[in-house]
């Protein structure tokens, strides 16, 4: 049978201790992997100490076979090893039972080609997804199972065509999700690039997209995601384009794309990965035009990101009001700091206006229900049980989208609905006001990145990610 509510209980209760057991951060040693030698088609855990989470590497192929398989194996052992989670590789496609998917938090994918599951496999896997597990697809992950309609949508888009191997640039569309928050804007790198063909981007969050000006052979029009992630039917799915090449596999900034993708897919980290479209950047990493400080204090932008000095004091976007909208952004804590997001107030240069007009959308890793992350600062707490499973800890990349229609104002963290506020207080109104990011204090170091809005019309609000 499918994994019932204890397993799924189990794997909840491995992520929360193994976040406690973090700290401020998580071990993320790439750069610094001792070298090993090529995997073999199975790694045997070590059982000596207990893992946050284990994970099943799936590579075999009834196509095209890559040579860097066993090199990406390698890899994600060492990372393994290095991140606290058990690997465990296989082209033995019997593992693919209810009972043996169970164990594991994600499923890789590595550049699988071909029918490789029979009907009762696929069945298996489509459990293990609906119940909660995680789905890492690599490379010739597109290139597989085209016949299988339920795949097609858990992978987002299947393989058409490609060029010869070349560099290109990766644009970086999402520097909160875990695979690419440590990279910049752009990516430069080397690879062989898919075209694919459906564009996935209605259906998953794009994390990364390929220029088509900057190399030869890309047949998307312009729009050409090469990486993305989504909630798929109970479960989680992330897909990287990269990974052709045996060289991917000691590139240090590929490998910690895939870490991301790894530890996201198995729950260790949250992001939203909703699909997102007809957003209009405020800050987009480049400049500040636009934007005004009020109040003492300062933020430094360096690195695409805007991170708080001093204060008390607010960056606020002069340039224009906005009365029903969707705001999203990207914020980070050092630890237990202080910071928040401003909505519905007036014009003014006084910082303290926003706090005696508008609302604050409370970023704190501490304090009282009211005043803690995902609160409307004094008004009301987010629902707690909901923001903490879907909170990364001070150290890692959260995002809130922050969403106003008449005088109701509804949060959102990482994808999950945490706090549902309507405004009755006659002095204040939601209905028109700018938007300001706080720095609070000395001892507070806040940083923000991709500030983006949508003005909305008629429709509809999106519901709670799911998983």
Request: negative net charge.
């Amino acid at each position: 049978m499918y994994r019932d509510s204890t397993k799924v209980i189990r794997r909840r209760t491995r992520r929360i201790r193994h976040l406690a057991g973090l700290g401020l951060g998580v071990l993320l040693c790439v750069a610094a992997l001792p070298a090993t030698s090529t995997s073999t088609a199975k790694d045997v855990p070590d059982d000596s100490r207990e893992s946050a989470y284990e994970v099943l590497v799936f590579s075999r192929t009834a196509g095209f076979r890559h040579d860097s398989i066993d090199e990406g194996i390698a890899a994600i052992t060492r990372l393994g090893a290095a991140n606290d989670f058990t690997v465990t590789a296989t082209e033995d496609a019997g593992a693919f039972t209810a009972e043996n998917l169970s164990r594991y938090e994600a499923v890789v994918f590595l550049s699988t080609t071909g029918d490789v599951l029979n009907a009762a496999q696929e069945a298996a896997f489509e459990g293990y997804v609906n119940a909660g597990g995680g789905y890492v697809g690599v490379h010739a992950a597109a290139d597989t199972e085209y016949d299988w309609a339920w795949y097609n949508g858990l992978a987002g888009a299947l393989f058409h065509s490609h060029p010869h191997i070349q560099r290109a640039t990766v644009r970086v569309e999402d520097r909160a999700h875990d695979a690419t928050a440590h990279l910049g804007g752009a990516w430069q790198r080397t690879d062989e690039w898919y075209n694919y063909r459906t564009n996935p981007r209605t259906t998953s969050h794009v994390l990364a997209s390929l220029d088509e000006a900057s190399y030869t052979g890309g047949t998307m029009d312009g729009d050409h995601p090469i990486a993305w992630c989504k909630e798929y039917e109970g479960g989680r799915a992330f897909y990287t384009g990269g990974g052709h090449t045996a060289e991917s596999y000691s590139e240090e900034a590929f490998v910690r794309h895939l870490l991301g993708g790894i530890r996201w897919a198995a729950g260790a980290t949250r992001a939203d990965c909703r699909p997102e479209t007809g957003y209009a950047p405020l800050f987009d990493g480049s400049d500040t035009d636009g934007w005004s400080q009020a109040g003492p204090g300062s933020f430094e932008l360096a690195n695409g990101t805007l991170t708080s000095r001093g204060g008390m004091g607010m960056l606020w976007y002069a340039t224009e009001e906005f009365d029903s909208y969707s705001l999203k952004l990207d914020w980070m804590l050092e630890g237990d700091d202080n910071s928040g997001v401003f909505v519905g107030f007036p014009a003014s240069d006084d910082p303290w206006s926003a706090v005696d007009n508008g609302y604050e959308i409370q970023i704190d890793a501490t304090d009282a229900p009211d005043r803690t992350t995902g609160a409307v600062y004094g008004f009301q707490s987010a629902d707690l049980v909901a923001r903490d499973a879907a909170l990364n800890p001070p150290g890692e990349w959260n995002t809130y989208e922050v969403r106003v229609e008449g005088e109701r104002l509804r949060v959102y963290l990482n994808g999950t609905l945490i706090n549902d506020f309507t405004n009755t207080d006659p002095a204040r109104s939601l209905r028109q006001g700018h938007i300001g990011l706080q720095n609070h204090g000395d001892a507070d170091t806040a940083s923000f990145r991709d500030v983006r809005i949508r003005e909305l019309t008629d429709a509809p609000a999106p519901g709670p990610a799911s998983g």
